[in-house]
Each structure stands twice: as C-alpha cells, then as structure tokens.
T-cell receptor
C-alpha cells in the first residue's frame, strides 16, 4: 500500500494566486481529513469528509478556503486568493470511518506564500 | 472546547536514559487518546492508541498511560536511542465525533 499521497510536496506562490493541494487517501478508507500545521498553532483540523461528504468544516479559516472530494480516491483543498499567513504545512489523513482505528497521515505539502 | 497541552515543549537527554512525556486535556469525556511521532519534514506516525476504557498501552520500549479523571496521559520511553529523536504529539478524540485535537508536541533530542 502506497499510503496517503499528497501533491505537490512543496509549493511557492505569490500572494493573490490560487493554490490547489491534492490528496489520494488509502484505498478502502472512507474518512478523509485536511489539517494545517504551523509553529504557533500546531496541528489544526480544517475539514473532514465521511464517504465523500463534508461533515465538519468548522476549522476552515475563511471563505478563501474550500475543499472537495469528488470521489473516494481524491480530494482537493483550494485557497483563493492566497495570503502570506496561509504559509504552513498542509496534511491529509485518512481512516476507516466509525472505527477505533488510527488516522494515517500523508507526507504533507509545504506551502509558502510570498 | 477540548484543549490539549504538552509539557515540556522540548527535551534533550543522553542516550540510554528513560524519559516521560506529558499530555493533559481539559475535557475528560474522551473517546480515545493517541500518541504520534513526527520526524522533520514528514507526516505523523501513530505510536499508541488508548481507548477511553483502557489505562495503558505498550509497544516495545514505549508505554502510554491514561488517567481520564485527571485529564492526563504520559508516554514513557525506556532506554532512549538517538533514533527516538523526533517530535511527539498527543491527540485526543472527544465524544463520538471524528474530530481530533492535537497538542503542540514535545521535541525530543537523544544525544549519543
């Protein structure tokens, strides 16, 4: 199993540009989570999906952030327009919904907005 | 709102020493608690998961304990090795929701 796959691994963009982060969960997992990690705030949950449906997006910071999961094997997190304070590492994680099992994390996307 | 605190923020120990990392949480109505390890530039790897009905879990040189009533968990690492150097995060799942709250982490350095 390849684990959770995220792309790109690194992204440098200029303020105002649109950024799209991608995630492929582990096959068979039906819960998917997007997190943001910064030095100041640690790891924060942005949004999670069960069976491709967004369940809790209360962690999404602003309307500039949006997430989609069009099918069980793909999700995107989009920031439009991006701002320097969005610079962080964004992680995607997946698990089997409803179970006691742990979440499996991807390697993360390191985003720098200039 | 659940809040998770980890102390200390950083720890440096000589190789071979036994050590304890601490985690505290404000809402004792937890579903489970997990300890993760994060290496620089990498994602998180689950080390131990303790259900709310359990008191401790062990894996190799690692032992995690849970005291729900006091809102505390500890991660004990025996005979530390340089390869244990990483950041250790505590994560609490509250109630029946999937939402997990993470601590900031403890950055551990084991000196050869």
């Amino acid at each position: 199993d390849a684990g959770v796959i995220q792309s790109p691994r690194h992204e440098v963009t200029e303020m105002g540009q649109e950024v799209t982060l991608r995630c492929k969960p582990i096959s068979g997992h039906n819960s998917l989570f997007w997190y943001r990690q910064t030095m100041m705030r640690g790891l924060e949950l942005l949004i999670y999906f069960n069976n491709n449906v967004p369940i809790d997006d209360s962690g999404m910071p602003e309307d500039r952030f949006s997430a989609k999961m069009p099918n069980a094997s793909f999700s995107t997190l989009k920031i439009q327009p991006s701002e320097p304070r969005d610079s962080a590492v964004y992680f995607c994680a997946s698990k089997i919904a409803g179970g006691q099992e742990t979440q499996y994390f991807g390697p993360g996307t390191r985003l720098l907005v200039l | 709102k659940q809040e998770v605190t980890q102390i200390p923020a950083a720890l440096s120990v000589p190789e071979g020493e036994n050590l304890v990392l601490n985690c505290s949480f404000t809402d004792s109505a937890i579903y489970n608690l997990q300890w993760f390890r994060q290496d620089p530039g990498k994602g998180l790897t689950s080390l131990l998961l303790i259900q709310s009905s359990q008191r401790e879990q062990t894996s190799g040189r690692l032992n995690a304990s849970l005291d729900k009533s006091s809102g505390r968990s500890t991660l004990y690492i025996a005979a530390s090795q340089p390869g244990d150097s990483a950041t250790y995060l505590c994560a609490v799942r509250t109630g029946g929701y999937q939402k997990v709250t993470f601590g900031i982490g403890t950055k551990l350095q084991v000196i050869p």
